[in-house]
């Protein structure tokens, strides 16, 4: 088992609050957010359908590729980005969608069994069992050849 850690420090009241978010690992350090880096178009900052977004993807990328492995498939590159759609929901916000699309390039791997492949990482990753409460996770899986462009 293991257990992971973030924490945020917000000064301030409301929108002209600002927060700090850091990570255990210092893969963030005091990383800045507030109302414009969500709402605005301040791109100085991050914000939480971002970071959500991020370990999504990254959770996701890493169960297809242990599932290649598992299944006989070396993957050789897989890129997954994750668009999260924050959403007005009466007076409040409610993130009601977030699609995954995943580039990737796994050697031998016919296009049927790389969906299957993808569908199953898609549903079996933590991230998507803890996000299973968002009506809509859509995945767009594409196999590449991997042949030089």
């Not at 957010?33 to 914000?47: E, H």
Request: net charge neutral.
């Amino acid at each position: 088992m293991t257990e992971k850690s973030a924490s945020v420090l917000w000064t301030g009241a409301g929108k002209k609050g600002l927060g700090k978010i850091s990570t255990e690992t210092g893969a963030l350090t005091d990383y800045p957010y507030g109302f414009a880096s969500r709402f605005g178009d301040d791109r100085r900052g991050s914000n939480p359908e971002e970071i959500l977004g991020a370990a999504h993807a990254a959770c996701f990328t890493m169960a297809f590729s242990f599932a290649c492995d598992k299944a006989g498939y070396a993957t050789t590159k897989v890129e997954t980005r994750a668009d999260v759609r924050l959403a007005t929901q009466g007076e409040g916000f409610v993130i009601d969608r977030i699609a995954l699309r995943m580039q990737a390039v796994v050697p031998g791997l016919d296009e049927a069994r790389f969906q299957e492949i993808a569908a199953a990482a898609k549903r079996d990753c933590p991230l998507s069992k803890a996000l299973a409460s968002v009506p809509e996770i859509s995945l767009v899986a594409s196999l590449e050849s991997g042949a030089p462009t």
